[in-house]
């Protein structure tokens, strides 16, 4: 149902209740399951972080973070840099989210965790050396206020992406976890969201042209949550309907078309961190079902790649539009992470889709690849909802005429198909090994401790020290 801007202006006022939402949840509060899975994309965030160090742009966008202005404040990881704290949000924000590895909500088809983490962490980072620590309680509960905001306003949009989710709706998810773990009050955390409103940036033209600056718009957002609270700290305000106004959030970024109706039914009832998948492949989401798709039919029925003549995906309007890219010569590494069959003639010819897959020239113009894409083909399902981005039919004909065939529902990562726990720890351990420079097994374990006695620890701002790797 699309709520046009007239009819939304009749509802209970959406900034209210994600106002009163953050400033009132409390750990106490918090499901069992919520924590787990808190804990759970926590040490996933910091996996694709770390291995977003080999990014080739990794170090460029460090270099200029450093330009901004000087500040021990907040720690880049990897690096070890210190940093003002909006620039270490905006330099981690794009490790986090530039391989495209990162946990998704696929229902509001947004990255939250990208923005969110980045920022919260370089907060608090900030916060400790002001003498301010904040407890792992604290933090957790922070994580699940802004992923409930982040992942609500994606829901609440019925239109097609046109901005940058993970960006736009991310931002306000980061916000949120701020201004939930400074302990702001209601009207304190309704500025911060609509100061941070003014800042909100980030289109799909980076997607459709492959481009880095994908990454970069995650790392805007992530800074400006950041300065967002700065700037309610030091008094300022925001306009009072900057989601649901004529000028608003939703009129603008999402077209006007959005249902306010999940927000209120699911707002502090259904955690949305419960609902996140993991990303098993360093790919666009989109991709995921295919290979999912081959993996299940290859190991169900036993047939090796090479008998392969013909792969159909049958997909969403969604997917297709953004992972129908042509196979082409010489592709960036951004451009064949969301081709699909770029992705899917990965597995084919080397069983796997991982890291170093997308990490040279030689591996994105290998021949074996580039002739199993080219026997891929997408066609578009008539799937309705235009943030769909399942179910996906993947149709082998094998090259003695016997057709396979499965569909897919659920998507390998997704709670109905999640990893297990430790497929989960084998990711994360994979991810310190492809950090530059690679993490030592030591500090790999301690973080994994660290993360899963959070509750216990007294000032979080320790887990950034983890993510240095000791010089000499």
């Known amino acids: 149902m699309d709520t046009s801007r007239m009819d939304i202006a009749h509802r209970p006022s959406v900034e209210h209740l994600f106002a009163s939402y953050v400033a009132s949840a409390r750990y106490e509060d918090l499901p069992t399951e919520a924590i787990a899975k808190a804990k759970t994309f926590l040490l996933d965030t910091i996996g694709v972080g770390l291995a977003g160090t080999s990014d080739g742009n990794a170090a ?273 590494s951004n451009h064949a992470k969301l081709c699909l069959p770029f992705v899917m003639g990965t597995f084919l010819a080397r069983g796997r889709v991982d890291v170093p897959d997308f990490g040279s020239s030689r591996m994105l113009n290998d021949p074996a690849v580039h002739a199993f894409a080219s026997r891929i083909r997408l066609v578009a399902d008539d799937n309705k909802d235009e943030n769909a981005i399942a179910p996906q039919r993947v149709v082998v004909k094998l090259t003695n005429g016997i057709e396979r065939a499965i569909t897919i529902r659920a998507i390998y990562g997704h709670p109905d198909a999640a990893l297990t726990e430790a497929e989960n720890l084998d990711k994360f351990s994979r991810n310190c090994v492809f950090a530059q420079p690679p993490l030592a097994p030591e500090l790999r374990d301690r973080t994994i401790d660290l993360v899963a006695n959070l509750e216990q620890v007294e000032d979080v701002s320790q887990l950034s020290s983890l993510f240095v790797p000791p010089r000499g």
Request: proline residues 5%; aromatic residues 8%.
């Open 60 to 332: 460029r966008v460090l270099a200029a973070a450093e330009r901004w202005g000087a500040g021990a404040e907040a720690t880049a990881w990897g690096s070890g840099a210190s940093l003002p704290a909006p620039s270490a949000a905006f330099a981690n924000a794009y490790l986090i989210h530039c391989l495209e590895y990162d946990c998704i909500h696929e229902r509001a088809v947004m990255h939250p965790m990208a923005t969110l983490l980045p920022a919260l962490l370089a907060w608090c980072e900030r916060a400790a050396w002001n003498g301010r620590h904040i407890d792992g309680k604290r933090f957790l509960n922070a994580i699940v206020v802004g992923v409930d905001v982040s992942g609500l306003l994606g829901s609440a949009a019925t239109s097609g992406l046109r901005f940058f989710r993970p960006a736009t709706a991310g931002g306000f998810g980061a916000t949120a976890a701020i201004a939930s773990a400074a302990g702001l009050d209601e009207a304190q955390v309704r500025n911060a969201l609509a100061v941070h409103c003014g800042q909100v940036s980030g289109t799909m033209q980076a997607h459709v042209e492959g481009s880095p600056t994908l990454g970069l718009q995650i790392g805007f957002n992530a800074r400006a949550a950041v300065m967002a609270h700065d700037l309610v700290d030091a008094g300022l305000t925001g306009p009072r309907d900057f989601l649901s106004g004529s000028f608003g959030y939703f009129a603008l970024f999402e077209n006007g078309s959005f249902d306010p109706t999940v927000i209120e039914r699911e707002l502090g009832r259904v955690r949305q961190i419960t609902q996140l998948s993991h990303k098993p492949f360093p790919s666009g989401r989109l991709s995921h079902a295919g290979v999912d798709g081959l993996r299940q039919l290859m190991a169900k029925h036993g047939f090796p790649a090479d008998a392969i003549a013909d792969v159909q995906v049958q997909v969403p309007p969604l997917v297709m539009r953004l992972m129908g890219r042509p196979v082409i010569e010489n592709p960036t």
